[in-house]
């Protein structure tokens, strides 16, 4: 049964730091761009950043441009979204999210594996 499983989230301050990690298993996702998107309460789910599969490139939305840093390491099949200089309206629930046709962005079709997701709350 393939997996994707987010952790890392919790409760921080403006201006703190979080390192999620989303743990892929029952397959390999080598061959996967790997994707964050975000859902906070009321609102639709947002695209974050991208990393293509072999971690040669990245894209970020605007919002978290500078701030935010997506990493893989494929040997553990797992990726990370390094999130720096929090503010409130990061808040959200994270998802990562799989695609094995390549860099999607925000075409959610595109995904073929999400996680369940893990809470960040930044508190001002």
């Known amino acids: 049964q393939v997996q994707l499983v987010e952790s890392g989230g919790g409760l921080v301050q403006t201006g703190g730091s979080l390192r999620l990690s989303c743990a892929a298993s029952?397959?390999?996702?080598?061959?996967?761009?790997m994707a964050w998107f975000r859902q906070a309460p009321g609102k639709e789910r947002e695209f974050v950043g991208a990393?293509?599969?072999?971690?040669?490139?990245?894209e970020y939305t605007d919002a978290v441009k500078g701030r935010f840093t997506i990493s893989r390491d494929s040997a553990k099949n797992t990726v990370y979204l390094q999130m720096n200089s929090l503010k409130p309206e990061d808040t959200a629930v994270y998802y990562c999210?799989?695609?094995?046709?390549?860099?999607?962005?925000?075409?959610?079709?595109?995904?073929?594996?999400w996680g369940q997701g893990t809470q960040v709350t930044v508190s001002s």
């Open positions: 999210a799989a695609a094995r046709r390549g860099m999607s962005g925000s075409y959610y079709p595109a995904y073929d594996y």
């Open positions: 029952g397959r390999t996702f080598s061959g996967y761009s």
């Open positions: 990393i293509t599969w072999n971690g040669g490139s990245t």
